[in-house]
């Protein structure tokens, strides 16, 4: 944690001191000019702000901290972001090690005002693995695993990518909405199956995909698909672990180059918003093309500008490894 985040942290803290003395309900937006105001949403990552605003509709204001283009695992709130925290009626994160800075942040926020949802508490959850491919020596891996459990904890977090297990965040987004806006309850209620058949259809689009395939077997950039593998059958290959940052040695790139050749792997996947360099140059040794398969850990500006959400970028998804799975 920095030092410019831990002096932030404890000048928000001293805000929500000096205003605990006004409580307010848990079912009790903020208010504006005596008028009740939309509860203020702020969530993590996008898959978190897509569940609150089809589940919220246009009963609440959401705001996703981390900004297009910006990759999560890299991000850290600003002054402004904390300030501005520390005014939400909903703070949604993702949890299991993503947000390196979301356990300070939550111990800031003052728990009668803002309801906290750690989405993916209580859930089955995969365990983070680091590398997926080559043989390191002892020491080498050692502090790799140092490393990994200072920045990832011994889950992975990636848990939207399995359609089912968004739905189970969702679940949760909709019950702190309905308990902060107990009035709109019904509608956050038709609005949460409304989004849970879309991620009912998704999911069997997903399947009669994977159905159709004579391959399992797909190679990543880094490790963010183990859900999605774990749901369908499939076997993730990854470049670098949970990290996006990682990146093998020279030794693990040639026996990652003689994994696609002679599993005759024909695309290796990069996503976007971390550099594809690693996997152009693993493809470009072994002969074969690039694609991109979107973790969707957050948007580009490209992405935003097009119009582009979660159930159409699976969608190109599974595009990709229909393509890809040949």
């Excluded at 969530?43 to 204001?61: M, S």
């Excluded at 918003?273 to 969707?296: C, D, F, M, W």
């Amino acid at each position: 944690m920095k030092k410019s985040l831990l002096v932030v942290i404890s000048i928000v803290t001293a805000i929500s001191i000096v205003g605990c003395g006004a409580k307010e309900t848990a079912s009790t937006p903020t208010s504006v000019d005596g008028a009740v105001a939309k509860p203020k949403v702020y969530t993590t990552i996008y898959p978190l702000e897509y569940a609150a605003k089809r589940i919220g509709g246009d009963y609440v204001e959401v705001t996703n901290l981390i900004p297009a283009g910006v990759e999560p695992h890299d991000y850290e709130p600003t002054a402004k972001d904390m300030v501005a925290l520390s005014g939400a009626d909903v703070f949604a994160y993702n949890g299991s090690g993503l947000e390196l800075w979301v356990d300070k942040t939550v111990e800031s926020l003052d728990k009668n005002k803002t309801t906290i949802v750690n989405a993916t508490e209580g859930m089955d959850l995969l365990h983070a693995v680091e590398e997926e491919h080559g043989h390191e020596s002892e020491a080498a891996a050692a502090g790799k695993a140092e490393e990994h459990e200072h920045n990832h904890g011994e889950n992975d977090p990636h848990v939207w990518l399995d359609p089912s297990k968004l739905k189970e965040q969702a679940a949760k987004v909709k019950d702190a909405l309905v308990k902060k806006d107990h009035a709109h309850a019904a509608d956050f209620e038709k609005n949460f199956q409304q989004l849970s058949a879309d991620l009912d259809q998704l999911d069997k689009e997903f399947k009669e995909m994977v159905a159709q395939t004579s391959k399992k077997e797909f190679m990543v950039s880094h490790s963010a698909f183990s859900y999605l593998a774990n749901r369908y059958g499939l076997e993730q290959i990854a470049i670098s672990g949970v990290n996006p940052a990682d990146e093998p040695s020279p030794s693990e790139l040639k026996e990652l180059v003689e994994h696609v050749k002679e599993h005759q792997i024909s695309y290796v996947l990069f996503e976007t918003l971390v550099s594809p360099k690693v996997a152009e140059v693993i493809a470009r040794e072994a002969g074969v093309q690039t694609a991109t398969l979107n973790p969707l850990e957050g948007l580009t500006q490209d992405d935003v500008k097009a119009g582009r959400d979660y159930l159409s970028i699976m969608r190109e998804n599974i595009g990709t490894l229909r393509t890809a799975l040949k």
